[in-house]
């Protein structure tokens, strides 16, 4: 899978994968930005809300038509000091229907446990390449 981010000046950025949908992305104003798209955190935790909603709604594929709603906030508590990374994350899942609860935790946990990739790339490794005016830019070791 392949994304690729551009600047589109300021502090703001559009971002597209193969599925061809944009994704707007911009600092707040105290970072310098317009506030005219998500923040790259928000997107992260959207990013997370997003994958195991999925999952949850293919593991209980069979219920679904008992479920009237399928909402999730996303709290993600960061650190104090840059990075200001998140050190805790708490997805509340709120389910209204005629469905048992073991099913939903089930599913919740299938997918975060087994399914949802993105909770599995939170903990990924990341390294950089650069390519400087169209040549390849090794880091001075």
Not at 100 to 115: F, M, N, P, S, T
Request: proline share 4%; hydrophobic share 35%.
């Amino acid at each position: 899978m392949k994304v690729t981010t551009t600047w589109t000046g300021g502090r703001a950025f559009e971002s597209a994968g193969d599925s061809g949908y944009p994704v707007y992305m911009d600092a707040t104003e105290n970072y310098g930005g317009l506030g005219e798209g998500a923040t790259p955190t928000e997107m992260l935790l959207s990013s997370l809300a997003g994958c195991i909603g999925i999952d949850i709604t293919m593991i209980l594929r069979p219920h679904l038509e008992h479920v009237d709603r399928i909402e999730m906030e996303t709290d993600g508590v960061r650190k104090e000091e840059a990075p200001k990374g998140f050190t805790d994350i708490t997805i509340t899942v709120h389910i209204d229907g005629d469905i048992d609860k073991k099913k939903v935790w089930r599913a919740i946990h299938l997918g975060e446990e087994k399914y949802c990739s993105v909770s599995d790339s939170l903990q990924a490794s990341v390294s950089f390449k650069l390519i400087l005016n169209g040549s390849e830019a090794p880091a001075d070791e």
